[in-house]
Structure formats: C-alpha cells, structure tokens
C-alpha cells in the first residue's frame, strides 16, 4: 500500500488526539476518585455483561486470584452485582449495579460537557464534517474488525 502525502501527519494528530483523550479520561478519574482499572472493567460490563469471571481472567490476562480480587473489590465499592446464571445455577455472573450504571452515567456527562465546547469551536459546518469522518472511520473499523484482533 502506498502511503498518501498526508500519511506523517495523519498518524501524528491521531497519537496527539489518543493522548488529549488519555489526558481527558485521567481527568474524570482524579475528579471522581475512581481508578482507571476500575472504569476500564465498568465500561466493559457495560457492553458485555453480565459475564463470568472467568472471561474477565480470559479478556484481561489477569490470574484467577486478581481477577477474584478485583471483582470482589468492585462487588464492595457497589459497582456490581453477582447474579446467578440462568444456565448454570452453580456458577455466578457479574454485571453492572445501579451505582456502576450511574457512574457510567456520571461519565458520559463528563465527556459531552467536555466535547460541547469543541463542536461550539469546530462551528456547524466542521462540525458536520467531522462527524462524517469520523462515521467513515468507524464503519472502516466495524467492518474490517478481524485485521485488528489479535490471532
């Protein structure tokens, strides 16, 4: 694949927006006193829950007993819940509590009152635009997901 002219300076503004959205995360974490390993998991439960533990282990790499330490932890703070499987009535299944689905809640506030100032600054029309790149962007991602994952 041949590289466009705009190649360099494509890769450089996605790294710099990666570390503004890092830098933006870290601010929601420090203003709500919530490590980013434990927003990491509540936004996960988010799109995957509920879920055994062991799939925590499987997506995380972590062993058996920090994947119990953290869940327990997690259960503690009220960010989720046990629940049993419908399946297997032995083995339990975590998901999001009210308090997870309100922090996540809390945390997409956080993030729109972050962007409204930036579509106020792009204007209507590069406002528009952008949003049509990034639709583009996405829908290149959605669709050759499998060139991403690791094999």
Do not use: C, W
């Amino acid at each position: 694949m041949k590289k466009s002219t705009h190649y360099d300076s494509i890769v450089l503004n996605l790294r710099r927006l990666r570390a503004i959205d890092a830098r933006f995360f870290q601010q929601y974490v420090d203003d709500k006193n919530v490590p980013y390993q434990h927003l990491m998991m509540i936004h996960f439960l988010s799109q995957k829950g509920p879920i055994p533990i062991s799939r925590i282990k499987e997506v995380y790499h972590f062993s058996a007993p920090a994947a119990t330490q953290l869940i327990a932890l997690l259960e503690k703070q009220g960010y989720i819940d046990r629940v049993k499987s419908e399946k297997d009535k032995r083995s339990s299944l975590i998901q999001l509590s009210k308090q997870g689905l309100k922090t996540l809640d809390e945390g997409a506030q956080f993030f729109e009152e972050g962007i409204n100032p930036l579509i106020e600054y792009l204007g209507e029309e590069d406002s528009k635009n952008f949003n049509r790149i990034l639709e583009r962007m996405i829908e290149y991602f959605d669709t050759n997901q499998d060139n991403y994952e690791k094999k």
